[in-house]
Structure formats: C-alpha cells, structure tokens
C-alpha cells in the first residue's frame, strides 16, 4: 500500500521553527517529486514548494521563500520541509504529496496523486 504519512506538527511561537516530515511506505521516494501544500482555516489549499529530486533545489512559493525549504533523505524515505520564523498566518493543516519525478514540479495540488493525512501547525504565543 503506498502510504505518505507527517509528522512533527504542533504548537510554536511566533518567530519559532518547526520541521516536518513525510515517511514513505511501499513507494521509492527517490522516484517521485514531492510537494508541499497547506490549509489554513476557511482557505484554499496553499502551494508551498516542491522539489523534483534530492540532487535537484527545491521550489518554493515566493510568500514563503527564505523562511520555507524542503529537503531529502533518500536512504530514509523521507521527505522534510523546515519551517523558519514561523508567523500567525502560517497555522494551517500541512500535506505533503507525491507525483512521479518525471511529471515535475506542479503548483497544483490536482497534480498530485498520493497524499498525507496532514500536520496540524499551529503558531500562537
């Protein structure tokens, strides 16, 4: 069964960071590009970024480029995405997602065919 499952959600201060991941089962990470989306309470899903690979940069929403990355550990299949000076905007629920590597980057969540169960982040003091 192929399975995306987070972790690493919770509670942090504003300014604080936080880092998720996304553990793999039943597929090779290493051979699908990753994205990264979000939903904050009474919005539309948000893209974040993605990332094609482990030797490829990861693409990152322009709103949330120098405090967002995403990263790869293929040996652990897993995929990460490193939160920085978090903000109160940034509480939403966060999903990764997969789509073959060869497909690319999308900023469409349509795009992507295996999806988490999502993280909760929340930022309050």
């Known amino acids: 069964q192929l399975q995306l499952v987070e972790s690493g959600g919770g509670l942090v201060q504003p300014g604080g960071s936080l880092r998720l991941s996304c553990a793999a089962s039943g597929l090779i990470l290493e051979h699908y590009t990753i994205g990264w989306f979000r939903r904050a309470p009474g919005k539309e899903r948000e893209a974040i970024g993605c990332?094609?690979?482990?030797?490829?940069?990861?693409d990152i929403t322009d709103s949330m480029k120098g405090r967002f990355t995403i990263s790869r550990d293929n040996a652990k299949n897993v995929a990460y995405l490193q939160m920085n000076s978090l903000k109160f905007e940034d509480t939403a629920v966060y999903y990764c997602a997969a789509r073959l590597r060869d497909l690319g980057c999308s900023w469409s969540g349509y795009a992507y065919d295996l999806w988490g169960q999502g993280a909760q982040v929340t930022v309050s003091s």
């Open positions: 990332m094609i690979s482990s030797s490829s940069p990861s």
